[in-house]
Structures are given as C-alpha cells and as structure tokens.
C-alpha cells in the first residue's frame, strides 16, 4: 500500500539548486538530507557571531566533505540558515575543493533576524528570502535551494510568527521546499496552521527531527504529504531534545512508516555540525556515520532499492528545484 510520490524518471530529470549550480537527480550518486558545514551559537549582534578564521573553517569542513565524497556522497543538503551562521560563499568553496555539491538555505533560525532585517515587514522579509531563492545571497549569483524556518520547540513565539509567515510566502511564490525543524509535533503542528494561512502546501513540507515525536505523529502529516527526515543517526545521545538516537529505534521506526506506505516521504541524515562557533559547543556526531556503518544496517533491513529511494531518490524529490524558478 504505498502512496507513490515519485518514479525513477521524476528523479532522475529533477534538479536540484547547490551553490555550485543546478545538479542534475541524474547525476547524484549519494545524497545527505540535512546536514551543516557550519553553525554559529552566538547571537546575530555578538560582535563575535561568524567571527571566526574562515579559511581554518573551510579546511576542516573541505576535509570532512573529502571524505563524504569518498564514500560516494556528491550531494549534502545544509541547514544553516540565517541567524545560526550561514556562509554561502564558505559553503561555495568547499564545494568546489571536495566536489561534493551543497544546498543552501534561505530563511531565518527562531527569530534571529540579522541586524539589518531587525525591523522589516513580512512581506519584505519574504521578498528577501524570494530573492535569494531567485537571485542569489549577499550580493553573489548564489542561489538558496529551500527555505529553512523554526520556532522555539515549546512554542511558535510572537516575534517568530512573521518570520514562519514570510517563510511561506517565499516558499509558496517561488514552489520552493520549505524546511521546518520541528522535535516537538504540537509546534510543527502550530507552525503548519501559520504556513497554511499563507496557502502554503504541505505538499513541499519537509518536517525535520521528526523522529522526536511518535510514529502516530509522523504518519499524520506524511499523509497530509509531508515530506520527514530522522536525523540523529549515528548519535549516541540527543543532548537538544532527548529522542531516540540507536540504529535499532530509528530502524524500527522507519519501517513502520514504510509499512504504512510512506517510504516515499521519509529522509535520514546525521544533523552534524562540522564546525561550531564557539567551539566549546561542538556536540559529538559525525556525518560520516551514515554511509559507513547505517547505510548496511538500512540495506540488511529493507533491502537495497528501498534504501536507495530513502538515502537518495527522496532528497533529490524534497529539494527538487521548482519550476517556477527559471534558468539563470
Ligand atoms: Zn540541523
């Protein structure tokens, strides 16, 4: 009883928008649905937010794509957006020294606005999101591949609420995917309904951390069309929200959504941090777990086509480029 979202021609004539280019779903060999090069835990006015050595920065995170490359992995879709350190020129140049193609996002972490977009509304807020889905970000031909919003987990707070709305009108006006991250299903819940409002479809929602709520919870927005990702794999513990982290539970809970018919809707990933700023905040996990050691236990468990589809096929469908955004 599978609800087919996508077939292998859809996949292999989509294309997704790095900060290299369009690449071709054709074209990717292994893919990684959410991840970061870098994040930044100060506050946007901290004199010491992104201050940092960059090209130390982009060393450690080109060594680490290199061997992300090795293991066959050309395509890593990066969550830092606004507010938590986004660089897409860094992120541009380690692309292009490891070969692996990023995806940057746009849209801003919780509600931390950049000084410069502090005061703006929510239509020109979505219009710099729009812009930078479109045009490109800071200045450069760089183009964001999905918006990324957030709320605080407990709630969607006041000063939150036009940020999620602005992010849906972006997301909405241009087709883009619109990423939310979201441990808690009684806030994604609330944001989808502030989405809604905007006449955002679920049908480009990717619901990160999903495998911090139950399985109950998971199956009720995949089948409004939600796109999920569970992605503590490899962690040893989830020092932010307390979910299930062992290869055991999150096998467990991807088949049950697979016998529910949703193995077209269902992403994995690390949600490892290359690089934090400040350091003394680097929490231990390592996005190298995935293809070396998950990818085998996936493949034992649901076989080798179902662990392509959930590994690669589904992150090129999540962050497909839409086609209301012409060529350059
Ligand atoms: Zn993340």
């Given at each position: ?32 649905a959410h991840e970061h090069m870098f994040v930044d835990f100060h506050e946007t006015s901290d004199p010491d937010y992104m201050n940092v050595i960059w090209s ?153 951390h999903a495998q911090v709520s139950s399985l109950d919870e998971n199956k009720a927005l995949a089948d409004r069309g939600a796109m999920l990702q569970y992605d ?97």
């Amino acid at each position: 009883m599978t609800s087919k979202r996508h077939t292998a021609k859809d996949i292999a004539s989509a294309q997704v928008q790095t900060v290299v280019g369009l690449l071709r779903g054709r074209d990717v060999e292994k893919a990684m649905a959410h991840e970061h090069m870098f994040v930044d835990f100060h506050e946007t006015s901290d004199p010491d937010y992104m201050n940092v050595i960059w090209s130390n920065k982009i060393g450690a995170a080109v060594e680490n794509a290199s061997i992300l490359r090795s293991q066959g992995v050309n395509l890593v879709v990066d969550w830092t957006n606004l507010g938590i350190g986004r660089n897409a020129v860094a992120l541009r140049d380690v692309a292009v020294q490891s070969d692996v193609q990023i995806v940057c996002a746009t849209g801003i972490y919780k509600d931390l606005r950049p000084p410069a977009l502090a005061r703006i509304s929510v239509n020109d807020l979505a219009r710099h999101f729009i812009d930078e889905l479109r045009f490109g970000i800071d200045g450069t031909s760089i183009r964001a591949g999905f918006v990324k919003a957030s709320a605080t987990e407990e709630g969607v707070t006041s000063r939150e609420r036009p940020i999620l709305r602005a992010a849906a009108v972006a997301a909405k006006e241009t087709g883009s995917a619109l990423g939310f991250h979201g441990p808690l299903a009684a806030t994604t819940k609330a944001a989808v309904r502030i989405l809604e409002k905007e006449e955002f479809s679920l049908q480009r929602f990717v619901w990160a951390h999903a495998q911090v709520s139950s399985l109950d919870e998971n199956k009720a927005l995949a089948d409004r069309g939600a796109m999920l990702q569970y992605d503590a794999i490899g962690a040893r513990v989830d020092e932010f929200f307390g979910g299930p982290v062992s290869d055991s539970t999150m096998l467990d809970r991807l088949e049950g959504m697979i016998d529910s018919g949703f193995e077209d809707q269902i992403m994995l990933s690390t949600d490892a941090a290359v690089c934090i700023n400040p350091p003394s905040f680097q929490y231990d996990r390592h996005n190298t777990y995935l293809y070396r050691y998950f990818e085998g236990k996936l493949a034992e468990r649901v076989g080798t086509r179902r662990t392509r589809k959930i590994l690669r096929d589904n992150v090129i469908f999540a962050f497909r480029r839409p086609l209301k955004i012409a060529d350059p």
